[in-house]
């Protein structure tokens, strides 16, 4: 069977994801850090909707953490494969770069782009052997446009969407395509701190994305009929470009 294994499938866009991926017939790994609670919401939402889902607990910024998860599920599932990833698990820690301390430049570093490294790594050998896979990354407007107080946040999504474009070139001979996609401000945990009543009144279309909106487009790119597309950025920001 080809499973679809989603990072930070827990809560937010990673959750609509997961229902997405589930609703197109794919059985779900679900990665989360550590709210098992809403893993195990997630889980029970596809369920009960006739599909097929599993916990995968890992930290996607740890390589020995990844190596061992995939590994064990392997394992478990000798004649089944991950064709779809999505590399979705993330983490904001907004400051001025002048009072950025040094962790929180790592860690966000480390938790999307080393995230993205991690996972690649563990899943690209066996999509290679199966001539078959999607890779899907969840960039973000802040690393197309950059944004003030998100120094680290900024290079990390633009260094993701550089890998996207590299890894798409390497992969797409063997049927494997690799794009991102770039959502602007989305209702989400990640953003409930910020002001929405103000900051909508800069987005064109008026309002934050639904997580659902986001999981449409991942969705399209993990789908049969996105076979022709790859290395590419698609923006789904509500006609926002800061
Ligand atoms: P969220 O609601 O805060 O959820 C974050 C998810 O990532 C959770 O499932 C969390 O797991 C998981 N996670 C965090 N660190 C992890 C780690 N080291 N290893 C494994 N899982 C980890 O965030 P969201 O808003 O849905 O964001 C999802 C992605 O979209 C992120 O990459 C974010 O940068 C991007 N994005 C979001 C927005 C937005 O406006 N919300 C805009 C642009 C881009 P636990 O539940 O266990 O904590």
Not at 122 to 133: A, F, L, P, T
Request: net charge neutral; charged share 20%.
């Amino acid at each position: 069977m080809n499973y679809a294994l989603v990072t930070g499938g827990s809560r937010g866009i990673g959750r609509a994801v997961c229902v997405k991926l589930s609703k197109m017939g794919y059985p779900i790994l679900i990665n989360f850090s550590s709210n098992s609670t809403a893993a195990d919401e997630t889980r029970s939402m596809i369920e009960e909707a006739g599909g097929k889902a599993e916990l995968l607990p890992f930290d996607v910024a740890s390589r020995e953490s990844v190596d061992a998860a995939i590994s064990k599920w392997r394992e478990g599932h000798p004649e089944d494969h991950i064709s779809v990833l999505v590399n979705n698990a993330g983490i904001r820690r907004d400051t001025l770069l002048a009072f950025m301390s040094d962790e929180d430049w790592h860690t966000v570093l480390n938790t999307h782009l080393n995230g993205f490294f991690n996972m690649a790594k563990s899943v690209v050998k066996d999509m290679i052997s199966q001539r078959n896979g999607r890779i899907v990354n969840i960039a973000s407007l802040s690393g197309i446009s950059g944004q003030k107080g998100q120094v680290n946040y900024s290079a990390a999504k633009a260094g993701l969407i550089g890998a996207t474009k590299a890894l798409a070139q390497e992969l797409a001979s063997r049927k494997i395509t690799v794009n991102a996609v770039a959502p602007g401000f989305v209702a989400t945990d990640m953003t409930k701190d910020l002001d929405e009543a103000t900051l909508k009144k800069m987005i064109p279309v008026g309002r934050f994305a639904q997580p659902e909106e986001i999981a449409a487009v991942v969705g399209f790119l993990a789908s049969d009929d996105a076979s022709y597309i790859t290395g590419e950025v698609i923006s789904v920001n509500g006609g926002l470009y800061m």
